[in-house]
């Protein structure tokens, strides 16, 4: 039985958008959906919670809104330039690459990767699937449509050979949009696709609580094939690789052992 007004928006969130708030950290979740609740005029958690059964977009709205989708080509360039340097190691033709970009938001971190691969990797076959749990964020990574300021990091040369103007925004180039899979899928829930060589899940798991992102780190871990790559942000820092079945090479950079 739910003791308080927040534990019972969670069941109803649970029972309406099959989302668990529970593996979420509660200051922060409770803190967004009261703000929430007040910009949309409802008085509080139960008139929410109410409204989520019988309004039919708030669900997709309420996901959106809580879940954080910042992102941008290269974020961290830093981390790319690692990266890059690392891409010479994983598996050649014809051995066609796996890589996931777990909790990929608006898409621009699937795209940056995919034009390292053209640029490291000339020719060499890859597959790559981005995963979101916001489906408005993966209808924007699909449209491939990007405002100026998500390419802060792209410099001319890759603007030119990446992208086309259209008026204020850019537009990706069909062929990298077509070289990624984006799909719907929660990492606290769904099944993880097997033997990937390289997987990046990075900026995701800042509202996860302790024993969610222990989870998840264990389901990616066994995601990997071995000897594949797996690339976090500094919010998924890893105390004990070990605990895992992986050893750091880099920084921000472990490998399945
Ligand atoms: C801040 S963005 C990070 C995007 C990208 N990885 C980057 O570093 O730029 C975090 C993304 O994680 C997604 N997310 C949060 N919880 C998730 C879950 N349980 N399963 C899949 N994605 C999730 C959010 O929808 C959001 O798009």
Redesign the pocket.
């Known amino acids: 039985m739910p003791t308080d007004d927040y534990e019972a928006f969670q069941e109803a969130v649970l029972r309406v958008m099959h989302l668990d708030l529970r593996?979420y950290k509660r200051e922060q979740m409770e803190r967004r959906l009261r703000a929430y609740g007040q910009q949309h005029g409802f008085s509080d958690l139960k008139q929410l919670a109410k409204a989520l059964g019988s309004e039919a977009a708030l669900p997709q709205q309420l996901l959106s809104y809580l879940?954080?989708?910042?992102?941008?080509f290269f974020?961290d360039p830093r981390f790319f330039e690692q990266l890059r340097a690392l891409l010479p190691q994983l598996p050649g033709a014809p051995h066609a690459l796996r890589v996931w970009?777990?909790?990929?938001?608006?898409g621009?971190?699937a795209y940056s990767l995919v034009m390292l691969l053209s640029e490291e990797r000339p020719g060499q076959p890859y597959q790559v699937l981005a995963?979101?749990?916001?489906d408005q964020?993966l209808d924007k990574a699909r449209r491939g449509l990007y405002r100026e300021e998500e390419l802060r990091q792209v410099d001319l040369g890759r603007r030119r050979r990446y992208f086309a103007a259209e008026g204020k925004e850019f537009r990706i180039r069909p062929d990298l949009q077509r070289s990624i899979t984006f799909r719907h899928?929660?990492?606290?829930?769904d099944p993880y696709p097997a033997e990937q060589d390289l997987i990046?899940?990075?900026?995701?798991a800042?509202?996860?609580t302790e024993e969610a992102k222990d989870q998840v780190l264990h389901g990616l871990a066994r995601s990997l094939a071995a000897q594949g790559i797996l690339m976090v942000?500094s919010t998924e820092a890893i105390l004990r690789p070990q605990d895992y079945g992986l050893r750091q090479v880099r920084p921000f950079f472990f490998v399945r052992v």
């Open positions: 593996l879940t954080i989708h910042v992102s941008e974020r970009s777990a909790g990929c938001s608006i621009a971190e995963t979101d749990l916001d964020s899928h929660d990492l606290l829930a990046l899940f990075r900026n995701v800042i509202y996860f942000g």
